[in-house]
């Protein structure tokens, strides 16, 4: 009984990455579609670059999400052992190789199209160049998402530190290690959430982040054109 439970558990697991993957992918195919139409559609682009950009920016952002996706599984899956009914170790394992996977394919996938995607921009010197406003909806889209994702985490987080002080009053379901074990995760998701945001702000310039302080990259220092 204990190994149908257990390969129900990673069928399941197996689903839920191959429904987040085609998400992702729709997302990507989206995000691609919006930086090469509707991102300056009307400006001249006399170097040609804009669709490369395009491609390159475009990837990175699928890649990430997938990498951050296989990063969430993991901690999930190991913090789960945590529970009171943890699946059994052979699960967990299955699991958190699934999510290794898609860190290690989505977090290559995503350095190689972004170093090359400011590569590229870096080689315009114009700051209003097509291939640098490319990179810049790129920023602002992962920033965006980043900010959705922490506002929502925030708040199931500070809800289940209630739940984890006053689990009566708050009608916590489980053991207070269960909901434990959800406060790991939800900051677990706040902290990577947020160390993307920051990242991918370090490369705007000064005058378009969020938080005008903390470090540039090399991409992030042109002056931006009003």
């Given at each position: 009984m204990s190994s149908i439970s257990s390969g129900i558990l990673g069928s399941s697991?197996?689903?839920?990455?191959?429904?987040?993957?085609?998400?992702?992918?729709?997302?990507?195919?989206?995000?691609?579609?919006?930086i090469i139409v509707i991102a300056n559609r009307a400006d001249p682009d006399p170097s040609g670059k804009r669709p490369m950009a395009a491609y390159l920016f475009g990837g990175s952002f699928l890649s990430l999400w997938i990498a951050y996706m296989g990063s969430i599984i993991v901690v999930e899956a190991l913090v789960s052992l945590m529970s009171s009914n943890a699946p059994s170790t052979n699960t967990v394992a299955r699991i958190v190789v699934v999510g290794f996977l898609m860190v290690l394919v989505g977090g290559v996938a995503h350095v190689i199209h972004r170093q090359?995607?400011?590569?590229?921009?870096?080689?315009?010197?114009?700051?209003?160049?097509?291939?640098?406003?490319?990179?810049?909806?790129?920023?602002?889209?992962?920033?965006?998402?980043?900010?959705?994702?922490?506002?929502?985490?925030?708040?199931?987080?500070?809800?289940?530190?209630?739940?984890?002080?006053?689990?009566?009053?708050?009608?916590?379901?489980?053991?207070?290690?269960?909901?434990?074990?959800?406060?790991?995760?939800?900051?677990?998701?706040?902290?990577?959430?947020?160390?993307?945001?920051?990242?991918?702000?370090?490369?705007?310039?000064?005058?378009?982040?969020?938080?005008?302080?903390?470090?540039?990259?090399?991409?992030?220092?042109?002056?931006?054109?009003?």
């Open positions: 697991a197996v689903f839920i990455v191959i429904v987040f993957l085609l998400l992702i992918s729709s997302a990507g195919s989206i995000m691609t579609y919006v090359r995607g400011l590569a590229l921009s870096d080689s315009e010197t114009d700051p209003s160049s097509p291939t640098k406003r490319v990179m810049r909806s790129y920023v602002a889209a992962v920033s965006f998402i980043s900010v959705l994702i922490v506002l929502i985490s925030a708040m199931v987080l500070g809800y289940l530190i209630f739940q984890l002080v006053a689990p009566g009053v708050f009608g916590a379901t489980g053991s207070r290690v269960d909901t434990l074990s959800s406060v790991i995760d939800s900051v677990y998701i706040v902290g990577a959430t947020a160390f993307v945001f920051f990242a991918h702000q370090a490369l705007a310039p000064a005058a378009l982040r969020l938080l005008s302080r903390g470090s540039s990259m090399p991409s992030a220092t042109a002056n931006v054109e009003d």
